[in-house]
């Protein structure tokens, strides 16, 4: 709390992160409300979160804020079409459900939000034009849960064991990319999909607390 306090008054930083996960012996919820929102880089301040919620200028969430940009970039059409995001997290579902459904482009979805108590999930997911999985369970969704010409955005890895690789294990995503990716229209890997624009994100949102502060 006491770094977190000078980083707030140290007018040379423009804005800072804490990693999470935090150790199970601190408050993580305390440490987010006490970094100032106006270097919270990360949004993930309940002050961030609500002007988010409200479509007013913020520092949104770098994960959701980088799909947000991929969505654009691609020209993925969204308007009127039905979003599934599985997992509810405060980083990236809850965030990504929020921001698809706003009147904005992208956005305009029609947002079904699931998690680990929806019940019949795979017809759901069926009925998806866009699927954003981020569930951290690997190569759960698979090809039959998918329909033709879906956009799925994969946020989840996973180090999975195998013998094969030198390290001894690899790295995969919430999808079974064989099998999903022939179906869809378009579709993120793991690695090299989602990671990147997070992080590309969060010096965006360096740039702007750097350009907040100077004007």
């Known amino acids: 709390m006491s770094i977190v306090d000078e980083l707030n008054k140290d007018e040379s930083i423009d804005g800072f992160i804490v990693q999470l996960p935090l150790p199970k012996h601190i408050d993580e919820q305390k440490v987010l409300l006490a970094i100032d929102p106006r270097k919270d880089v990360d949004g993930f301040h309940p002050e961030n979160v609500g002007r988010m919620a409200l479509g007013l200028p913020c520092y949104l969430p770098a994960t ?14 969204t308007e009127g079409k039905n979003c599934v995001v599985i997992g509810r997290s405060h980083i990236v579902g809850s965030p990504m459900s929020i921001l698809l459904s706003q009147n904005t482009n992208p956005g ?4 079904t939000l699931t998690h680990s108590r929806t019940q019949d999930l795979e017809s ?5 034009d866009i699927l954003v999985v981020a569930l951290g369970k690997a190569e759960f969704v698979k090809g039959e849960m998918v329909k033709e010409g879906a956009v799925v955005i994969d946020v989840g890895i996973t ?3 195998d013998a094969s690789t030198e390290r001894g294990y690899r790295i995969a995503g919430d999808v079974d990319f064989d099998s999903v990716s022939p179906k869809c229209s378009f579709i993120t890997p793991v690695p090299g999909g989602v990671g990147p624009m997070t992080i590309a994100s969060l010096l965006k949102n360096t740039l702007q607390a750097a350009g ?4």
């Open 64 to 77: 959701p804020y980088g799909i947000m940009q991929l969505l654009e970039r691609y020209n993925v059409p």
């Open 108 to 111: 305009n979805c029609t947002v």
């Open 124 to 128: 759901i997911v069926r009925n998806a």
């Open 159 to 161: 180090r999975v064991p």
């Open 212 to 215: 907040d502060k100077t004007n």
